[in-house]
Protein backbone atom coordinates (compact mmCIF):
# COMPACT_ATOMS: atom_id res chain seq x y z
CA UNK A 1 0.00 0.00 0.00
CA UNK A 2 1.30 3.58 -0.71
CA UNK A 3 0.30 6.84 0.81
CA UNK A 4 -0.65 9.43 -1.31
CA UNK A 5 -1.00 13.75 -0.76
CA UNK A 6 -4.15 14.65 -2.21
CA UNK A 7 -6.25 18.60 -1.96
CA UNK A 8 -9.49 17.55 -3.60
CA UNK A 9 -10.83 20.94 -4.02
CA UNK A 10 -8.85 23.61 -6.54
CA UNK A 11 -10.81 26.05 -8.27
CA UNK A 12 -9.06 26.87 -12.22
CA UNK A 13 -9.83 30.69 -12.96
CA UNK A 14 -13.17 29.50 -14.71
CA UNK A 15 -14.36 30.07 -11.44
CA UNK A 16 -15.86 33.69 -11.37
CA UNK A 17 -13.81 34.16 -8.00
CA UNK A 18 -10.90 32.11 -8.96
CA UNK A 19 -7.95 33.91 -9.54
CA UNK A 20 -6.72 35.05 -12.73
CA UNK A 21 -3.27 33.15 -11.80
CA UNK A 22 -5.33 29.90 -11.56
CA UNK A 23 -4.66 28.65 -15.08
CA UNK A 24 -4.17 24.74 -15.46
CA UNK A 25 -0.47 25.02 -15.97
CA UNK A 26 0.05 26.93 -12.99
CA UNK A 27 -1.79 25.08 -10.85
CA UNK A 28 0.16 22.05 -11.62
CA UNK A 29 3.19 23.54 -11.08
CA UNK A 30 2.24 24.40 -7.78
CA UNK A 31 0.52 21.10 -7.12
CA UNK A 32 4.39 20.04 -7.62
CA UNK A 33 6.28 22.11 -5.48
CA UNK A 34 3.54 21.30 -2.52
CA UNK A 35 4.54 17.86 -2.86
CA UNK A 36 1.14 16.47 -4.03
CA UNK A 37 0.36 13.67 -5.42
CA UNK A 38 -3.48 13.91 -6.87
CA UNK A 39 -5.50 17.30 -7.10
CA UNK A 40 -9.43 17.29 -7.50
CA UNK A 41 -10.29 20.26 -10.13
CA UNK A 42 -13.73 21.36 -8.64
CA UNK A 43 -14.75 24.63 -10.46
CA UNK A 44 -18.41 25.93 -9.53
CA UNK A 45 -21.20 23.91 -11.39
CA UNK A 46 -18.84 23.36 -14.83
CA UNK A 47 -15.83 20.66 -15.50
CA UNK A 48 -14.81 22.20 -18.46
CA UNK A 49 -11.27 23.14 -17.22
CA UNK A 50 -10.70 19.55 -16.04
CA UNK A 51 -9.69 17.51 -19.05
CA UNK A 52 -7.09 20.36 -19.89
CA UNK A 53 -5.64 19.81 -15.94
CA UNK A 54 -5.40 16.38 -16.52
CA UNK A 55 -3.55 16.35 -19.82
CA UNK A 56 -1.12 19.04 -18.66
CA UNK A 57 -0.68 16.76 -15.46
CA UNK A 58 0.81 13.92 -16.96
CA UNK A 59 4.22 15.09 -17.71
CA UNK A 60 4.25 16.51 -13.97
CA UNK A 61 3.48 13.07 -12.33
CA UNK A 62 0.42 14.34 -10.63
CA UNK A 63 -3.39 12.51 -10.84
CA UNK A 64 -6.55 14.71 -11.28
CA UNK A 65 -9.39 14.24 -10.54
CA UNK A 66 -12.21 15.39 -12.25
CA UNK A 67 -15.20 17.19 -11.60
CA UNK A 68 -17.05 20.38 -10.18
CA UNK A 69 -18.32 21.71 -7.13
CA UNK A 70 -22.15 21.60 -7.26
CA UNK A 71 -24.15 24.35 -5.74
CA UNK A 72 -27.72 22.48 -4.99
CA UNK A 73 -31.61 24.38 -5.32
CA UNK A 74 -30.98 24.27 -1.44
CA UNK A 75 -27.76 26.25 -1.86
CA UNK A 76 -25.48 23.33 -0.78
CA UNK A 77 -21.91 23.22 -2.32
CA UNK A 78 -21.32 19.44 -3.18
CA UNK A 79 -17.83 17.90 -4.58
CA UNK A 80 -18.58 15.79 -7.33
CA UNK A 81 -16.06 13.33 -9.46
CA UNK A 82 -15.96 11.25 -12.47
CA UNK A 83 -13.85 8.74 -13.88
CA UNK A 84 -13.76 9.54 -17.39
CA UNK A 85 -14.05 11.51 -20.16
CA UNK A 86 -17.15 10.38 -21.19
CA UNK A 87 -19.14 10.24 -17.63
CA UNK A 88 -18.12 13.83 -16.73
CA UNK A 89 -18.94 14.72 -20.78
CA UNK A 90 -22.41 13.29 -19.15
CA UNK A 91 -22.51 15.63 -16.24
CA UNK A 92 -21.39 18.56 -17.98
CA UNK A 93 -24.65 18.48 -19.83
CA UNK A 94 -26.23 17.91 -17.19
CA UNK A 95 -25.31 20.49 -15.62
CA UNK A 96 -25.32 22.78 -18.66
CA UNK A 97 -29.14 22.32 -18.79
CA UNK A 98 -30.12 22.61 -15.08
CA UNK A 99 -28.03 26.31 -14.36
CA UNK A 100 -30.24 28.47 -14.60
CA UNK A 101 -29.97 31.65 -17.42
CA UNK A 102 -28.30 34.46 -15.40
CA UNK A 103 -26.36 36.87 -16.75
CA UNK A 104 -22.58 37.02 -15.14
CA UNK A 105 -21.98 40.44 -14.21
CA UNK A 106 -17.96 40.94 -14.49
CA UNK A 107 -17.56 43.33 -12.17
CA UNK A 108 -19.66 41.78 -8.96
CA UNK A 109 -18.75 37.90 -9.85
CA UNK A 110 -15.28 38.43 -12.01
CA UNK A 111 -14.31 36.78 -15.21
CA UNK A 112 -14.76 32.87 -16.53
CA UNK A 113 -12.95 32.11 -18.48
CA UNK A 114 -11.69 28.60 -20.93
CA UNK A 115 -8.09 28.66 -21.49
CA UNK A 116 -5.87 26.68 -23.66
CA UNK A 117 -2.58 25.08 -22.99
CA UNK A 118 -0.97 28.06 -23.65
CA UNK A 119 -3.01 29.97 -21.54
CA UNK A 120 -4.58 32.12 -24.31
CA UNK A 121 -8.84 32.58 -23.52
CA UNK A 122 -11.30 30.44 -25.71
CA UNK A 123 -14.11 31.03 -24.35
CA UNK A 124 -16.15 32.81 -22.27
CA UNK A 125 -18.84 31.81 -20.02
CA UNK A 126 -22.15 34.00 -19.92
CA UNK A 127 -24.54 32.06 -17.30
CA UNK A 128 -23.22 33.02 -13.78
CA UNK A 129 -21.62 29.56 -12.36
CA UNK A 130 -22.44 31.05 -8.79
CA UNK A 131 -26.11 29.97 -9.32
CA UNK A 132 -27.75 27.17 -7.46
CA UNK A 133 -28.90 24.65 -10.14
CA UNK A 134 -32.80 23.73 -10.01
CA UNK A 135 -31.84 20.59 -8.79
CA UNK A 136 -31.85 19.05 -5.34
CA UNK A 137 -29.57 17.38 -3.23
CA UNK A 138 -30.80 14.21 -3.48
CA UNK A 139 -31.52 14.82 -7.18
CA UNK A 140 -27.66 15.44 -7.75
CA UNK A 141 -26.80 12.23 -5.80
CA UNK A 142 -28.74 10.40 -7.83
CA UNK A 143 -27.39 11.96 -11.06
CA UNK A 144 -24.00 11.52 -10.20
CA UNK A 145 -24.01 7.48 -8.45
CA UNK A 146 -25.67 6.68 -11.57
CA UNK A 147 -22.71 7.97 -13.65
CA UNK A 148 -20.55 6.10 -11.08
CA UNK A 149 -18.90 9.13 -9.71
CA UNK A 150 -18.32 10.51 -6.33
CA UNK A 151 -20.42 12.73 -4.17
CA UNK A 152 -18.95 14.51 -1.08
CA UNK A 153 -20.44 17.55 0.72
CA UNK A 154 -18.63 20.51 0.68
CA UNK A 155 -16.88 22.06 3.69
CA UNK A 156 -19.64 21.14 5.79
CA UNK A 157 -18.57 23.39 8.70
CA UNK A 158 -18.85 26.48 6.89
CA UNK A 159 -21.26 28.68 7.95
CA UNK A 160 -22.65 29.38 4.40
CA UNK A 161 -22.77 26.91 1.42
CA UNK A 162 -22.73 23.69 3.36
CA UNK A 163 -24.84 20.81 4.34
CA UNK A 164 -25.02 21.89 7.90
CA UNK A 165 -25.99 25.40 7.46
CA UNK A 166 -28.30 25.10 4.54
CA UNK A 167 -30.25 21.93 6.24
CA UNK A 168 -28.89 21.51 9.89
CA UNK A 169 -28.16 18.12 9.46
CA UNK A 170 -26.84 15.54 7.19
CA UNK A 171 -29.80 13.31 5.94
CA UNK A 172 -29.49 9.29 6.96
CA UNK A 173 -30.51 8.26 3.87
CA UNK A 174 -28.03 10.57 1.54
CA UNK A 175 -25.51 8.25 -0.33
CA UNK A 176 -22.47 10.34 0.01
CA UNK A 177 -18.75 8.90 -0.33
CA UNK A 178 -17.20 11.09 2.06
CA UNK A 179 -17.50 14.00 4.08
CA UNK A 180 -15.52 17.54 3.21
CA UNK A 181 -14.33 19.87 6.24
CA UNK A 182 -12.73 22.91 5.61
CA UNK A 183 -9.25 24.13 6.13
CA UNK A 184 -9.09 25.29 9.88
CA UNK A 185 -12.13 23.03 11.26
CA UNK A 186 -11.79 21.09 14.24
CA UNK A 187 -12.98 17.88 13.60
CA UNK A 188 -14.54 17.37 17.49
CA UNK A 189 -16.50 20.08 16.92
CA UNK A 190 -18.04 19.29 13.66
CA UNK A 191 -18.76 15.62 15.11
CA UNK A 192 -22.10 16.65 16.87
CA UNK A 193 -23.40 17.48 13.24
CA UNK A 194 -22.62 14.84 11.25
CA UNK A 195 -25.21 12.35 13.18
CA UNK A 196 -25.69 9.25 11.12
CA UNK A 197 -23.19 9.42 8.84
CA UNK A 198 -20.39 8.98 11.62
CA UNK A 199 -18.57 6.32 9.91
CA UNK A 200 -18.16 8.15 6.49
CA UNK A 201 -14.33 9.19 5.24
CA UNK A 202 -13.77 12.85 6.69
CA UNK A 203 -11.55 14.43 4.25
CA UNK A 204 -9.86 18.36 4.23
CA UNK A 205 -9.24 20.28 1.34
CA UNK A 206 -7.65 23.82 0.54
CA UNK A 207 -10.95 25.14 -1.55
CA UNK A 208 -8.01 27.41 -3.35
CA UNK A 209 -9.69 29.93 -5.11
CA UNK A 210 -5.65 31.72 -4.82
CA UNK A 211 -2.53 29.79 -6.17
CA UNK A 212 -0.72 30.02 -2.75
CA UNK A 213 -3.23 27.79 -1.13
CA UNK A 214 -2.53 25.01 -3.27
CA UNK A 215 -2.36 22.19 -1.07
CA UNK A 216 -1.79 24.51 2.40
CA UNK A 217 -4.19 21.54 3.96
CA UNK A 218 -4.43 18.06 2.20
CA UNK A 219 -5.68 14.38 3.07
CA UNK A 220 -3.84 11.12 2.79
CA UNK A 221 -4.96 8.34 0.62
CA UNK A 222 -3.53 5.02 1.81
CA UNK A 223 -3.89 2.85 -1.38
CA UNK A 224 -2.39 0.79 -3.95
CA UNK A 225 -2.34 3.24 -6.84
CA UNK A 226 -3.89 6.50 -8.31
CA UNK A 227 -7.15 5.32 -9.73
CA UNK A 228 -10.69 6.58 -9.67
CA UNK A 229 -11.57 3.18 -8.31
CA UNK A 230 -9.07 3.06 -5.84
CA UNK A 231 -9.74 6.61 -4.33
CA UNK A 232 -13.84 5.19 -4.38
CA UNK A 233 -12.69 2.11 -2.30
CA UNK A 234 -9.86 4.55 0.17
CA UNK A 235 -13.06 6.90 1.10
CA UNK A 236 -14.93 3.85 1.93
CA UNK A 237 -12.10 2.03 3.81
CA UNK A 238 -13.11 -1.13 1.62
CA UNK A 239 -9.82 -3.40 0.67
CA UNK A 240 -7.45 -2.20 3.83
CA UNK A 241 -7.97 1.01 1.64
CA UNK A 242 -8.69 4.34 4.02
CA UNK A 243 -7.94 8.22 3.98
CA UNK A 244 -6.73 10.18 6.86
CA UNK A 245 -6.35 13.99 7.78
CA UNK A 246 -3.98 15.95 9.85
ZN1 LIG B 1 -17.89 25.98 -1.76
ZN1 LIG C 1 -14.91 25.67 -3.60
Redesign the pocket.
Known amino acids: MNKYRADL ?1 IHTVLSPCGNLEMSPANIIKKACEKGLDIIGITD ?1 NSTRHCKLVSKLSELAGIFVLMGA ?1 V ?1 TREEV ?1 CLTFFENDSKLDEFQRYLEKHLPSIPNNTEKFGYQVVVDENEDIIEQIDFLLLSALDQSIEQIEKKVHSLGGIFIP ?2 ID ?1 PS ?2 IISQLGFIPDDLLIDGIEISANCKTRSIMPSIGNQLGKSLIRSS ?1 AHYIQDIGKVFTTFDMESRTFSEIKKALHNSMERNVSIA
Open positions: HHETHAHRYSD
